[in-house]
T-cell receptor, first 109, second 116 residues
Framework: GQNIDQPTEMTATEGAIVQINCTYQ??????LFWYQQHAGEAPTFLSY????GLEEKGRFSSFLSRSKGYSYLLLKELQMKDSASYLC??????????FGSGTKLNVKP | DVKVTQSSRYLVKRTGEKVFLECVQD?????MFWYRQDPGLGLRLIYF???????EKGDIPEGYSVSREKKERFSLILESASTNQTSMYLC???????????????FGSGTRLTVV
């Protein structure tokens, strides 16, 4: 079966660095995605990892360890607009995605 | 700019009504999906389609049906709306598996449905 776990909520300070973890168990592996979702809006694509290691994209980076079934999203120089939910997702079978419940990030001044 | 368009942003319907939620994508994607999102439950897959006139049940298909007569359009139908179908409905499309990162979803802006 599929199982994705991530923390429910995190709080961090503007300008700081925060790491959002995700552990997954999937039958077959086709990569690991991260999406950002602001309240009341649709999720938007942030990153995709299929090989082990760190992928950096501006202030956001995503890490994957396939042997450990583990990924994290790293957000640097936090801004107030980064307050959102962050969804970890893994595709399986015809591109169905299994989503984690999301981590709500609160950025405080 | 590529897009997935959902016909309504907010919708209020009465119990027992038949409800149609429309979704159109302009990216020539094979795969299309309907999810509902509820607090604490995350996104749950209702139905998906990997080709015209093809459809497969997701995890929570009860009370719903779908239609895909054209590649760009995927409709979700609530046969007889009930209050427990009050939710945010998200449509998404994607390329098939094997296209790497491009297989990620593009979501529509969502329809917040309230059944009273």
């Amino acid at each position: 079966g599929q199982n994705i776990d991530q923390p429910t909520e995190m709080t961090a300070t503007e300008g700081a660095i925060v790491q959002i973890n995700c552990t997954y168990q999937t039958s077959g592996f086709n990569g690991l995605f991260w999406y950002q979702q602001h309240a009341g809006e649709a999720p938007t694509f942030l990153s995709y990892n299929v090989l082990d290691g760190l992928e950096e994209k501006g202030r956001f980076s995503s890490f994957l360890s396939r042997s450990k079934g583990y990924s994290y999203l790293l957000l640097k120089e936090l801004q107030m607009k980064d307050s959102a939910s962050y969804l970890c997702a893994a595709p399986y079978n015809f591109n169905k995605f299994y989503f984690g419940s999301g981590t709500k990030l609160n950025v405080k001044p | 700019d590529v897009k997935v368009t959902q016909s309504s942003r907010y919708l209020v319907k009465r119990t027992g009504e038949k409800v149609f939620l429309e979704c159109v994508q302009d990216m020539d994607h094979e795969n299309m999906f309907w999810y509902r999102q509820d607090p604490g439950l995350g996104l749950r897959l209702i139905y998906f389609s990997y080709d015209v006139k093809m459809k497969e049940k997701g995890d929570i298909p009860e009370g719903y049906s779908v239609s895909r007569e054209k590649k760009e359009r995927f409709s979700l139908i609530l046969e007889s709306a009930s209050t427990n179908q009050t939710s945010m409905y998200l449509c998404a499309s994607s390329l098939p598996t094997g296209t790497g990162g491009r297989a990620g979803y593009t979501f529509g802006s969502g329809t917040r449905l309230t059944v009273v």
